[in-house]
Structures are given as structure tokens and as C-alpha cells.
């Protein structure tokens, strides 16, 4: 029964104009992803009713929420679209179960604090029905305030920067609930976020918005391996290759990557895997010229693409896995890097990140 | 041992004749006759008639205050609109007008030869020498005091909570009655509780626009002043100033319970 969500808006921003289109598919997470005051949040707010847009036309499925050019403009209360606000946004003199059942129309008023419970039991905090906001971490507001969007039953999901409240420790957590919990979601999602690697893992599909537009958009590997500008290439941030990781005597975790490949951590880890590793720490080398090396990855790849930013170059391997690499503009003439030819990259075992999924 | 400096002597002076100054004549009040002979004079027929009607017209003032205050502040306090300084003066005017001239302005706009006295008049009310006078009179000189207030609570309240309601299906109305009212309920605590000892302190106005007749329109500082007049009535203005001041004094405590020190710090802020 679920839609897609649909978006075209313009409107001026403070010192360029905001012109998006969008479409987002039930069950499927699109992350918007851009630097500060690029107009993510703005998207979001026009989308949930909360600001209109000089023109533009907003709709979920067959409904049309706004439609300017019909003078059309349904408010938040009645386009049943989810939100979860970047400072969360809890009500402070409610309990946990109280904000959670704020939303809940369709449930009888008798039955609304049993609903809360099991909810706030699913995401693992039912012990914290009765506490304050206050009382509460970041991390248990984070899965309160989604909580209290999905008990109303959303038709759409909007998160602003859902993990950007939390401090360093809790994020990396947070990252694989969040994660998972999404996963199981029928409705179209859209989440804004200014890191690459949250985006990365958290979205099937990224849109990189730069002054109100979107430059590019697709998986992340394939923006990261293939950046369409360099202010993309500059953007996007570590490679995340996804896999299955198995422990080894020895302190290494060895990931077999999706596609094909085994690479090794320092990280500990076994299951499902994301594997991160950022583009300055591979170099690239002639296929078959080093012995191979416990403690260094090598992935064998045809070069795609090969970007300048800057003094650096960015060049796209068409891995089983899509990665980018940087390395400095000399040694890039030095190899003769061109789109078609074959190398290796290579990078320390120390570099590579292991978040489990 | 440090020797105290000069200043701290002055100062320390300065607080003990401030403090006795403020504290001596209330104390009076309670002391200047037996507890006895003040009771019995609460007694009398218009000392009760006095008390019973400033407990009715100021609960019905402060009712009416806040049930058209409360929507008006939260608007005044959410919406930018040209003039809206302009506003804030005018809502904030009757504070520093003189009692007197406040009933004045009354019986010139409500009055029967005021500019709405006919229309006041066709729809059946009376308000000159009869308790629904009292009532405007008290609403016109405390509204500002809950008004004020009430505007500075709303505009602390974090708008992203009120749209988070937005999006979780309340209507305007209810994140107004379920988010912005409780978030701004000890602003809008303390300025029920000033407006209402403002409402029960009002003199100028009430007599200057609804005179002073007992059981009607004579509410109990007007009767203090009464009494006052009258020959012997000394005991009697004493025995009711005690119960006004009894009653201030537990609004007054009842403000710095609800708000804390910080509701009527933050009344000294426009």
C-alpha cells in the first residue's frame, strides 16, 4: 500500500535559490547530503508542511500534499509525514510513553499506553516508559523521537541529522540501530545528513545537494568512485564496501566483500559487516608487482574515472565494489592513470574501519 | 580578622532602615489593635459584604483575563507583523496610566455619555454603579500585568516542539493547548497571580467609574477607605487591610513557588 514520495520545489534561500526534484520509493532511503546551509533541513520542511515553497509541488502516491500552481497546500497535521528533528524535539513535561502516544490517531485513547510500551520495547528502551526527556541520553532520545514518529503512523519518514546530537561513542551504535530499524520500514524514507560515511551507511541512495541543487546522486560507492564534479570528490568522504567478517587468531578480522575479495581489520569483528577506509590511506601500485602482505589489502580494479581536486587526484576503480583512491597529482602522471587501464590499490589493514551492521 | 570597610557599614545601614521601613507598617497593621476587636469588626455586615465581593468580581476578572489573554499573548508572542512594538506599548500602557485616569478613560469609552455608552447601553449592559463596572475596571488595570507575562513565557517556548506536534497530527489548537500552554505555565502561573493582586489592590479606577455602593461596587479597598471616613471606623479599615494583605502575601508566595525567583525576574524584562 505504500507510495512513493515525490517532491519539485523552488524558492530562494538566503543567497542562492533551492530547485529540487526528487522521488523516493516505498521501503527505500535516500539521503540528502550536502554541506551546512546547503538547504537539506529546508527540503525536509517543505516536504512535512512546515514551510512553502515559492512553487513547487510535494506528493505521496496518488495524494497531492502541495501543489502551488492549484493553490493547494495541506498542513503538517494532515499530510501524515513523520520527523525527526535534528535536537529530537521531545515534549520535556511528558514521560517517554507519553511523547510516544502524542501521535497515535487511529489507536482507542484506552489502548495508547500499552501501544507506547511495546514500541518503546522494540527499540529497547521500554524501562524508560516513564522518564522525563531530561533524564534520558542522547541515544535514548534519538529512539524516543522515532518512536513517537512511527506510533502516528507515518506515510513518509524525514530525519534531520539524526545522529548529529550524539556524541562520538554513541553515534557508531546508534549508526547500526538506526540502521536496522529503518531497514524494516515499508515507507519512503529521506534523511539529510552532512557526513558522507552516515549517509553511506544509513541510505540505499545519496543525492549530493550543493546551493540548493542537486550535482549528483546514486549509491555511494559508485558518487565515490565516480565523482561527477570535484566538489563531489571532495565531498564524499571514506569508501564503505559492505561484507561478512570472520574473526582470526592473530587479532585480524578478515571481511569477504560482496562481489568478491577478502580484506583485513585491525577492528574486531564477525557478521555482516560495513568496511570503511578513506581515500588518501590507499595507494596504487602496478597489478603484480608487490608479494602479497598479511597485514596490507590489495584490491585489483580497472580505473573508471580520474578527478583533480585541488593538488590531489581522485581516481574511481571499478572494483567489485566500487573505491576511490587519492594519491597526489605527481604520482598520478608518474603511473599514467587513464580510465580503461588496470592497478592495484593498496592499503594497511590498520586503515580499515570495521562498523558491524 | 578584616577589618569591615566604610561602605559595607553604610550599606549594611541602608538595608536594616530599608527593610524596617517596609516591613514596620505591615506588621502594624496586625499589632496596632487586639486580634480580638479585628475580627469582631470583620464581623460587620460591609466589611463581609466588601470581602465577599472582591473575592467574586476578581475571580471573574482574573477568568476573564486569562481566557482571552492566554490565546492573544501566544499570538502576540508567535507571529511577526508590522507594528507589533506598537502593540506591545499599547498592551503595556495601562500599567504606568494613574488609577484615576484609567477610570476616567473608562466612563469616556463605557460610560453613558462615553463613545460606546449607547452601543454598551443597546446591548442591556449597565456598568456605572453596578458590579459588571468593577469587573472592567479590574480587567482594564491588571490585563497588562498577565498580559506581559504571558507574552514573554509563549515567546520561550521552542517552536521546533510545536512543530514537532504539527507533524505528529495536532492542529493549531491542540499543540497551542498541549505543547505551548504547558511549556509556559509558570510564566503564564505568575502573571495570574500579579494580575490578581493588581485586581484586588484596584481603587482609582473601580470608584472613579463604578462608584462605591455596598454589596455592588464597594469592594474592599474601597471599604477600607470607607470605614475610614466613617467615625470610629479606624479598627475596622485595620481588620480588612489584614485580611487583603493575608492574601497577598500567599499570592505572592504562591508566585515564587509556581515560578520560582526567576517568574518575576523575568516579568522585569519587556
Given amino acids: 500500500m505504500s507510495e512513493a514520495l515525490s517532491v519539485t520545489a523552488s524558492m530562494p534561500l538566503r543567497d542562492f535559490s533551492l530547485a529540487i526534484d526528487l522521488e523516493v520509493s516505498a521501503a527505500r532511503r535516500l539521503a540528502l547530503v550536502g554541506s551546512s546551509g546547503a538547504g537539506k533541513t529546508t527540503v525536509l520542511r517543505l516536504i512535512a508542511g512546515l514551510l512553502s515553497p515559492a512553487a513547487g509541488r510535494v506528493g505521496l502516491g496518488d495524494e497531492v500534499w502541495l501543489d502551488t500552481a492549484a493553490s493547494l497546500d495541506l498542513p503538517p497535521e494532515r499530510r501524515r509525514c513523520g520527523y525527526v528533528f535534528q535536537d529530537y524535539a521531545l515534549f520535556p513535561g511528558m514521560s517517554a510513553w507519553r511523547n510516544v502516544a502524542y501521535g497515535m490517531r487511529s489507536t482507542p485513547r484506552g489502548k495508547r499506553r500499552a501501544r507506547a510500551h511495546e514500541l518503546l520495547e522494540r527499540f529497547g528502551i521500554a524501562g524508560l516508559a516513564d522518564a522525563r526527556p531530561a533524564k534520558l541520553s542522547g541515544g535514548e532520545r534519538q529512539r524516543v523521537a522515532l518512536a513517537r514518529a512511527l506510533a502516528a503512523e507515518p506515510r513518509a519518514l524525514l530525519l534531520d541529522e539524526p545522529l548529529s546530537a550524539l556524541d562520538p561513542a554513541t553515534r557508531r551504535d546508534s549508526l547500526r540501530e538506526l540502521h536496522s530499524l529503518l531497514g524494516g520500514l515499508s515507507i519512503p524514507m529521506l534523511l539529510v545528513t552532512h557526513s558522507f560515511d552516515e549517509a553511506a551507511l544509513l541510505a540505499d541512495e545519496l543525492a549530493v545537494l550543493d546551493r540548493g541543487a542537486v550535482v549528483q546522486s546514486g549509491a555511494a560507492a559508485e558518487i565515490s568512485a565516480q565523482p561527477g564534479s570535484a566538489f563531489v570528490a571532495d565531498f564524499a568522504g571514506a569508501a564503505v564496501l559492505h561484507g561478512q567478517a570472520t574473526g582470526e587468531p592473530g587479532g585480524l578480522s578478515v571481511v569477504r566483500l560482496r562481489g568478491g575479495g577478502d580484506v583485513r581489520s585491525v577492528d574486531r569483528a564477525s557478521g555482516p559487516v560495513a568496511v570503511s577506509v578513506f581515500p588518501w590511506e590507499i595507494s596504487l601500485e602496478p597489478t603484480g608487482s608487490a608479494p602479497p602482505d598479511s597485514m596490507l589489502n590489495r584490491v585489483e580494479g580497472e580505473i573508471a574515472s580520474v578527478t583533480t581536486v585541488g593538488n590531489r587526484t581522485r581516481v574511481g576503480l571499478l572494483t567489485p565494489q566500487p573505491l576511490s583512491v587519492e594519491v597526489t597529482g605527481r604520482s598520478a602522471a608518474a603511473m599514467d592513470l587513464h580510465p580503461g587501464g588496470r592497478v592495484t590499490a593498496a592499503w594497511k589493514a590498520s586503515a580499515t574501519k570495521l562498523i558491524p551492521i | ?270
Fill in chain 2, 1 to 270: 580578622m578584616r577589618r569591615r570597610s566604610i561602605f559595607g557599614l553604610v550599606a549594611l545601614i541602608a538595608t536594616l532602615v530599608v527593610l524596617a521601613f517596609l516591613v514596620i507598617p505591615i506588621v502594624a497593621i496586625f499589632t496596632n489593635s487586639s486580634p480580638v476587636r479585628l475580627i469582631e469588626a470583620l464581623g460587620e455586615q460591609s466589611s463581609r459584604d466588601a470581602l465577599w465581593l472582591s473575592l467574586r468580581a476578581t475571580l471573574i476578572a482574573v477568568a476573564v483575563i486569562v481566557v482571552l489573554g492566554t490565546p492573544a499573548a501566544y499570538l502576540l508572542a508567535m507571529r511577526e507583523f508590522r507594528g507589533r512594538a506598537l502593540v506591545l506599548t499599547a498592551i503595556e500602557l495601562p500599567l504606568v496610566v494613574p488609577p484615576a485616569v484609567a477610570g476616567i478613560a473608562l466612563l469616556a469609552s463605557f460610560g453613558p455619555q462615553g463613545i460606546l455608552g449607547a452601543a454598551v447601553a443597546d446591548l442591556g449592559i449597565e456598568l456605572v454603579f453596578q458590579t459588571a463596572g468593577v469587573i472592567v475596571a479590574l480587567v482594564f488595570v491588571a490585563s497588562p500585568f498577565f498580559l506581559r507575562q504571558a507574552i514573554a513565557a509563549f515567546a520561550a517556548v521552542d517552536t521546533r516542539q510545536l512543530e514537532a506536534a504539527r507533524t505528529l497530527g495536532a492542529g493549531p489548537f491542540r499543540s497551542f493547548l498541549t505543547v505551548a500552554v504547558p511549556s509556559a505555565r509558570s510564566g503564564l502561573g505568575s502573571g495570574l497571580a500579579l494580575a490578581w493582586g493588581r485586581a484586588l489592590g484596584e481603587f482609582g479606577a473601580t470608584l472613579m467609574f463604578a462608584g462605591s455602593l455596598q454589596a455592588v461596587t464597594q469592594t474592599a479597598p474601597l471599604a477600607i477607605f470607607a470605614e475610614f471616613n466613617s467615625p470610629g471606623g479606624f479598627v475596622g479599615a485595620l481588620a480588612l487591610s489584614a485580611v487583603l494583605i493575608a492574601i497577598s502575601a500567599a499570592l505572592l508566595i504562591s508566585v515564587k513557588l509556581v515560578g520560582g525567583e526567576r517568574a518575576l525576574d523575568a516579568g522585569a524584562q519587556p
